[in-house]
């Protein structure tokens, strides 16, 4: 059971290219979401999805796209990317709204701006 | 504004001890508490929650306490092991259907042997 998977791990993209994150899980998931983590900041929502063609807008999403065309995967996209755009980003899943606390994170992609 | 506040960023404790970790926060419409730990170059991984109508909830060397008076909960490690080193995130649940998680900036633990 691979749980919440993400690719790539790493890159590095020079200012104003475009890439997309995967994100994948195994776990019949109705919620997924994108976080990025950077110095002191905690972990912020970017977007997230509540099912299978849904999206939504959490606390820092200007600069990012989403899809989830998939239940199983969540897309974030970068269209043009910026050095402050250069974070760690975690991908999670959740249950369900009855599921109650729990998600369940990825491993993290660490993404280079320069 | 932040909702979920940390404000200590490091905590250094020795084998054996207490440690506690502490959290405020400055929504009351929030129903559920969590505790979450993250090694280096790993996701973070869930650890404890409370709910909003409880006060405490252990799970073996970990309990969490809410004061919902004072807006405040903290997190017990008895007795803290080297292996607890880690930066432990507090996460609070908004209420509602969707019960997205606001995350503090974290505490850096470190247990020394």
């Known amino acids: 059971n691979a749980g919440v998977t993400q690719t790539p791990k790493f890159r590095v993209l020079k200012t104003g290219q475009s890439m997309t994150l995967l994100c994948a899980q195994d776990?019949?998931?109705?919620?997924m979401y994108w976080y990025r983590q950077d110095p002191g900041m905690g972990l912020r929502l970017i977007h997230y999805?509540?099912?299978?063609?849904?999206?939504a807008k959490g606390e820092v999403p200007d600069g990012y796209n989403v899809s989830r065309l998939k239940k199983q995967n969540f897309l974030l996209g970068l269209e043009s990317a910026a050095p402050s755009q250069t974070s760690v980003y975690f991908c999670?899943?959740?249950?369900?709204?009855?599921?109650?606390?729990?998600?369940?994170f990825g491993e993290g992609s660490w993404l280079t701006v320069v | 504004d932040q909702q979920v506040k940390q404000n200590s960023p490091s905590l250094s404790v020795q084998e054996g001890r207490i440690s506690i970790l502490n959290c405020d926060y400055t929504?009351?419409?929030?129903?559920?508490f969590l505790w979450y730990k993250k090694y280096p170059a790993e996701g973070p991984t869930f650890l404890i929650s409370?709910?909003?109508?409880?006060d405490k909830n252990e799970d073996g060397r970990f309990t969490v306490f809410l004061n919902k008076s004072a807006k405040h909960l903290s997190l017990h490690i008895v007795p803290s092991q080297p292996g607890d080193s880690a930066v432990y995130f507090c996460?609070?649940?908004?209420?509602?259907?969707?019960?997205?998680?606001?995350f503090g900036k974290g505490t850096k633990l470190s247990v020394k042997p």
């Open positions: 999670a899943s959740r249950r369900d709204a009855s599921s109650g606390n729990t998600i369940y």
């Open positions: 776990m019949n998931h109705e919620y």
């Open positions: 929504n009351s419409m929030f129903d559920y």
């Open positions: 409370i709910s909003s109508i409880k």
């Open positions: 996460a609070a649940r908004v209420g509602g259907s969707q019960g997205n998680l606001i």
């Open positions: 999805s509540v099912g299978e063609g849904t999206t």
